[in-house]
C-alpha cells in the first residue's frame, strides 16, 4: 500500500472541505457587517465579501500546496494518522485563526462606521 497518497488524499479532502465550510460561512454571516460597514451600500458589501472569499481560498490553499509534502517516510497506518494530524491541525489554526482576524477586522470597521455616522448626523 502506497502510503504516501492514502495520506495526501485524506489531508487534501479534509483540509479542501474545511476550507470550503469556513469560507461559506464567513461569506454568509460576513455580509450583514459589511452591509453595516458600507451603510447599506449592499453592492459594494457582496462585492468586497466575494473579494474576501477569494482571497481566503488562495492562502489556505497555497497553505495547503506548501504543506503536502512529507519528507519523512510513511510505512504504517499509525504515521499516516500522526502526519494527518499535525497537518489538519495546522489547517485548522490557520482557518480559525483567520476567522479571527475577520472578525477583528469587521467589528473594527463597523466601529469606525458607526462613529462617522454620529459624526455626520452632527455636523448636520
Do not use: C
Not at 116 to 122: C, P, R, S, W, Y
Amino acid at each position: 500500500m502506497n502510503y504516501f497518497i492514502l495520506t495526501y488524499a485524506i489531508y487534501l479532502t479534509i483540509s479542501i472541505a474545511l476550507t470550503i465550510w469556513v469560507a461559506n460561512v464567513l461569506f454568509k454571516n460576513g455580509r450583514i457587517f459589511l452591509v453595516d460597514i458600507f451603510h447599506g451600500n449592499i453592492l459594494l458589501a457582496d462585492s468586497v465579501n466575494k473579494l474576501l472569499v477569494v482571497g481566503f481560498y488562495l492562502i489556505n490553499i497555497g497553505y495547503m500546496s506548501l504543506a503536502l509534502k512529507e519528507a519523512d517516510p510513511i510505512t504504517n497506518t499509525r504515521i499516516v494518522i500522526e502526519v494527518l494530524s499535525s497537518k489538519v491541525g495546522w489547517i485548522i489554526l490557520i482557518l480559525g485563526g483567520m476567522h479571527f482576524l475577520n472578525l477583528t477586522i469587521f467589528f473594527k470597521l463597523r466601529a469606525r462606521a458607526q462613529q462617522q455616522l454620529k459624526h455626520d448626523a452632527l455636523t448636520k
